[in-house]
């Protein structure tokens, strides 16, 4: 029989918390980071925004599209690839020289010619319409113009009582929707805001600038009846009733405007729209896109539109080559410039019917003929 233990129940205890602790574990090292990569200088180049190295001579350069290098003050060098193209060559054509930065369609990635689609509720927010009781605006603007007709007894009187029509928007509210679409995907990728009014910015010009009274010679008055049809159709716009123009991209032409259906002449089209500046604070502006507004007795105070930051669907209208009768056919409309309660506005006006798919095109050397359209599609 074995001994019996003289261990206490103490000292078992602890002998026993002895047995059961285990050895202390050694703490692993820290994982090593993953080595780090060397970018080749092809992809540095390929993600960068400008990583154009410069060089001591350009004497060599051709333009990409004609291969010549002759009118060298007519070059544009790439910011990205620093290649060549003749402001005349590149297609839409370039007619100033551009402030700044210029990427060419091909580093661009052909980004800004893509229209792209928007959701109902984008395009909702982006035009600020206003949500409100719906009537048929179209029935009433068919009466209006058919009324209009009736009372033109014979072609004196017709030329006497030209009035201006307010456009039909699209019965359907989805082809309203596309049609809005394609002009807020136009604006956004020139990063513009949408407007439908003149926009008065510190440091331009004031309002108090922008009076008819001051237009040497004087301005054509718009009458009563023509400011309420306006209105009407500045009221169309803000509930979403669009008229019925779709902005398209032309690889020749760049944005440009057509008919989405039938328009009859002397429509308002739209109203031009943007910030008003004076002429000589833009003289050096290569904004391609503005539209005199005021031409004083006295030149310093004589505006322009400006919309480059914000617009609407003139700014995307196109011109006609003046200088060739073909492209005289072209003209669709025109751009008036009225005075509506002694202030100088400018309005898109259909000169003739337009068929559906058609697309518009105006004079831009409506007054001044100064404009380069010698090189215009």
């Not at 600020?128 to 068919?142: A, L, S, V, Y």
């Not at 009582?161 to 809005?180: N, V």
């Not at 009014?197 to 718009?222: C, H, I, S, W």
């Not at 032309?250 to 031009?272: M, P």
């Amino acid at each position: 029989m074995p001994p019996a233990s003289t261990t206490t129940p103490a000292v078992r205890r602890q002998i026993g918390s002895r047995r059961r602790t285990s050895a202390p574990r050694r703490s692993s090292p820290p994982p090593s980071p993953p080595p780090k990569r060397t970018k080749l200088l092809t992809e540095v180049m390929e993600k960068a925004a400008y990583a154009v190295v410069e060089r001591e001579d350009y004497g060599d350069i051709s333009c990409e599209q004609c291969r010549s290098g002759e009118r060298a003050e007519e070059l544009l060098l790439c910011d990205k690839c620093d290649k060549g193209y003749h402001m005349k060559c590149l297609r839409p054509i370039v007619v100033r020289v551009p402030i700044g930065s210029w990427i060419c369609k091909t580093c661009s990635g052909d980004g800004q010619g893509r229209v792209r689609r928007l959701s109902q509720k984008k395009i909702i927010d982006f035009f600020r319409i206003q949500r409100g009781e719906k009537d048929d605006i179209k029935e009433k603007c068919r009466s209006l113009q058919d009324s209009r007709k009736r009372r033109r007894r014979s072609l004196v009187y017709q030329k006497k009582r030209r009035r201006l029509l307010p456009f039909i928007p699209s019965e359907d509210p989805t082809q309203r929707l596309k049609q809005m679409g394609t002009l807020a995907s136009a604006l956004t990728a020139l990063q513009m805001e949408f407007s439908d009014d003149l926009t008065y910015m510190p440091g331009m010009a004031p309002q108090l600038a922008n009076q008819a009274k001051f237009e040497q010679g004087g301005m054509q008055v718009l009458s009563k009846e023509d400011i309420e049809t306006l209105e009407q159709c500045r009221a169309m716009c803000k509930r979403g009733e669009c008229p019925p123009l779709l902005v398209v991209f032309d690889s020749c032409e760049g944005y440009t405007v057509e008919a989405d259906d039938q328009i009859k002449d002397l429509t308002i089209l739209a109203e031009y729209s943007g910030d008003v500046d004076y002429i000589k604070n833009r003289e050096h502006d290569d904004c391609d896109s503005m539209m005199t507004l005021l031409l004083a007795r006295d030149p310093s105070k004589s505006l322009v539109i400006c919309p480059d930051k914000r617009g609407n669907i003139a700014r995307f209208i196109n011109g006609i080559n003046n200088h060739t009768p073909d492209g005289k056919k072209k003209q669709n409309c025109k751009c008036v410039r009225y005075d509506v309660n002694g202030e100088c506005r400018v309005i898109l006006v259909a000169t003739r019917d337009i068929a559906k798919r058609e697309r518009l095109y105006y004079d831009y050397n409506g007054y001044e003929h100064e404009y380069p359209t010698q090189h215009f599609v």
